[in-house]
């Protein structure tokens, strides 16, 4: 089965420049969760999707960071302008959200962003 | 406080060693519990899940104390490839929310 996908895998691009960040959900999974780790900061939330509905998005850092999810099987997070303190690994994870059964998160492979 | 809590470590155990990790949760209301590995540069991957009776998998064993509010994880046998960074995750079924913690590290020397 395939699980979460992410593009890129590694991004390495110059400061102000876009940066969009890519996510494939697995197949059925109605919860979609987009995470930012570094070592000073572990691993943060960034934003949380319910049925294609943001929920919470409160751990978005500022402005510059925006995440939509047009449809059950993609989201985006992009940051605009992006500065150096932007670099860390971007993880998304989908989970099937279906009440009180045991259902985790699963990780895609990260995106390890790098603003130079 | 935060939501979920747990003792950072490091954790450096020789082979064949038991070592066991707890981690505290804030809300009585959490449902769901897991344990999550995280190799260097990796991506978080599901350990176990921890139901409310205990269950166990090899060498692992993992526990929840809804009363204390605590969950552990119990490895035995501890092998090389056991080194890692362990996540505990409490989930609250509302809005499906995902509490991760710090995560404890684990070295097992030869």
């Known amino acids: 089965d395939a699980g979460v996908i992410q593009s890129p895998r590694h991004e390495v691009t110059e400061m102000g420049q876009e940066v969009t960040l890519r996510c494939k959900p697995i197949?059925?999974?109605?919860?979609l969760f987009w995470y930012r780790q570094t070592m000073m900061r572990g691993l943060e939330l960034l934003i949380y999707?319910?049925?294609?509905?943001?929920?919470?998005d409160s751990g978005m850092p500022e402005d510059r960071f925006s995440a939509k999810m047009p449809n059950a099987s993609f989201s985006t997070l992009k940051i605009q302008p992006s500065e150096p303190r932007d670099s860390a690994v971007y993880f998304c994870?989908?989970?099937?959200?279906?009440?009180?059964?045991?259902?985790?998160?699963?990780f895609g492979d990260g995106t390890r962003l790098s603003i130079l | 406080r935060k939501e979920v809590e747990q003792d950072p470590g490091p954790f450096n155990v020789p082979e064949g060693a038991t070592v066991a990790f707890n981690c505290t949760y804030s809300n009585s209301a959490s449902q769901s519990f897991f344990w999550y590995r995280q190799d260097c540069r990796k991506e978080p991957k599901l350990l176990m899940s921890v139901y409310s009776s205990g269950n166990e998998d090899g060498r692992f064993t993992a526990q929840l104390n809804r009363a204390s509010q605590y969950i552990s994880l119990l490895i035995r046998d501890s092998k090389l490839s056991d080194s890692a960074t362990y996540l505990c995750?409490?989930?609250?079924?509302?809005?499906?929310?995902?509490?991760f913690g710090t995560g404890t590290s684990l070295t097992v020397i030869p």
């Open positions: 197949s059925g999974h109605n919860s």
């Open positions: 995750v409490v989930n609250w079924v509302t809005g499906n929310q995902f509490y």
């Open positions: 994870a989908s989970s099937l959200g279906r009440g009180s059964d045991n259902q985790p998160q699963h």
């Open positions: 999707f319910n049925n294609n509905v943001p929920i919470d």
